[in-house]
């Protein structure tokens, strides 16, 4: 199982970024799929996630209603979609996928098997 985060730069505040997950070996579609992040000297964070096959949508208070995760089952993909960029969102994001996570903690690191590399999103005030 392979996956591969991409789409970070660097941008101004109030930009967007969208970041991508690619996968291999696993159908993400039929998973678990969430986006991490870790800003420097900072844990790993909880961002964004689907909860299994279905569309439920879960988002960490400090980007909700300016981040949006999406699928696409065609491609096997995972996207963030960021926008309204804050100093604060700069870290580095993860894409992580697991069949065994549970409801209950679905915005916890430890429940996901596989992890992407990382892709790094600086935003400049």
């Known amino acids: 199982v392979q996956l591969q985060a991409s789409g970070g730069g660097m941008v101004q505040v109030g930009g967007s970024l969208r970041l991508s997950c690619a996968a291999s070996?696993?159908?993400?579609?039929?998973?678990?799929v969430a986006w991490f992040r870790r800003a420097p000297g900072k844990e790993r964070e909880f961002v964004a996630r689907?909860?299994?096959?279905?569309?439920?949508?879960l988002y960490a208070d400090s980007v909700k209603g300016r981040f949006t995760i999406s699928r696409d089952n065609a491609k096997n993909t995972v996207s963030l979609q960021m926008n309204n960029l804050k100093p604060e969102d700069t870290a580095v994001y993860y894409c992580?996928?697991?069949?065994?996570?549970?409801?209950?903690?679905?915005?916890?690191?430890?429940?996901?098997?596989?992890w992407g590399q990382g892709t790094l999103v600086t935003v400049s005030s």
């Open positions: 992580a996928a697991s069949s065994r996570v549970i409801l209950s903690s679905s915005s916890d690191f430890r429940a996901y098997e596989y």
């Open positions: 070996g696993i159908t993400l579609s039929r998973n678990s």
């Open positions: 689907f909860f299994r096959s279905g569309g439920n949508t």
